[in-house]
Each structure stands twice: as C-alpha cells, then as structure tokens.
C-alpha cells in the first residue's frame, strides 16, 4: 500500500525530495524540448540547403542544355 502525503504529514524530508525529483524532471523536460526545437530548426535548415542545392542543379543542367542546343543550329 502507498501512502500519499495526506497521510505523512510528519515527513517534511520525503516530501521535500519528492519535489526535488520533480523539479529534476521539469528540468529535464524542458532541456529535451530545448533539444527539440534546436533539432527542428537544424533539420529545417538543412532542408532550404537541399532545395537550393536541387534548384541550383536544376538551372546547370538547364544552361548546359541550352548551351548544347545553341551550338547544334
């Protein structure tokens, strides 16, 4: 059976670790949203890189072809 706080009123100690093990996980929680939002915004990033990558190609290759096309007439 637990006992719930209702019944240890006379344990100042268990309650005050009790609230120091939920000040650690309210810690820990916000350094892993914190990580979180660094990861999206780092994977947000890497994305508009790829794309501008892609649409640099993609404009080579379409000077190249024009450049081939303007050389065979």
Not at 9 to 36: K, T, Y
Not at 43 to 60: F, G, I, K, Q, T
């Amino acid at each position: 059976m637990t006992a719930t706080i209702a019944h240890v009123p006379h344990c100042p100690g268990m309650i005050d670790s009790l609230f120091a093990r939920a000040q650690v996980a309210i810690d820990e929680s916000w350094a892993l949203q914190n990580r979180s939002r660094a990861l999206q915004a780092e994977r947000a990033r890497d994305r508009d890189e790829l794309r501008l990558a892609v649409l640099e190609s993609a404009m080579y290759r379409a000077e190249m072809k024009a450049y081939r096309d303007n050389r065979e007439k």
